[in-house]
Nanobody, 126 residues
Framework: QVQLVESGGGLVQPGGSLRLSCAASGFTLDSYDIGWDRQAPGKEREAVSCISGSDSRTYYEDSVKGRFTISRDNAKNMVYLQMNDLKPEDTAVYYC???????????????????WGQGTQVTVSS
């Protein structure tokens, strides 16, 4: 069965760091554009960061630029989101998503989702 499983969430103080992991099974990540979405309380679901399957092209939502880093390890079939300098507004459920590789002129995020995980909770609070 194809599956994405997120881990690494938790409770952290403002200014702290977390690394989220996404493990894929049943398919290979390098055949897909991969993204991290999040949904905060009372907010719409949004794309946080993405990495293309065809190259090293990446996307970061404006509020996380300079703080978050997305990476992939094809040998381990894993994707990561390193989150530094966390802020209360980063509190959300974070989802790993995968979709077909888009045009080379695109924004690196999946334009549709073939697979997604169940999410991992990130809470930033003092």
């Amino acid at each position: 069965q194809v599956q994405l499983v997120e881990s690494g969430g938790g409770l952290v103080q403002p200014g702290g760091s977390l690394r989220l992991s996404c493990a894929a099974s049943g398919f290979t990540l390098d055949s897909y554009d991969i993204g991290w979405d999040r949904q905060a309380p009372g907010k719409e679901r949004e794309a946080v960061s993405c990495i293309s399957g065809s190259d090293s092209r990446t996307y970061y939502e404006d509020s996380v630029k300079g703080r978050f880093t997305i990476s992939r390890d094809n040998a381990k079939n894993m994707v990561y989101l390193q989150m530094n300098d966390l802020k209360p507004e980063d509190t959300a459920v974070y989802y790993c998503v995968a979709g077909p590789i888009g045009p080379s002129t695109g924004w690196a995020c999946p334009y549709e989702y073939d697979y997604w995980g169940q999410g991992t909770q990130v809470t930033v609070s003092s």
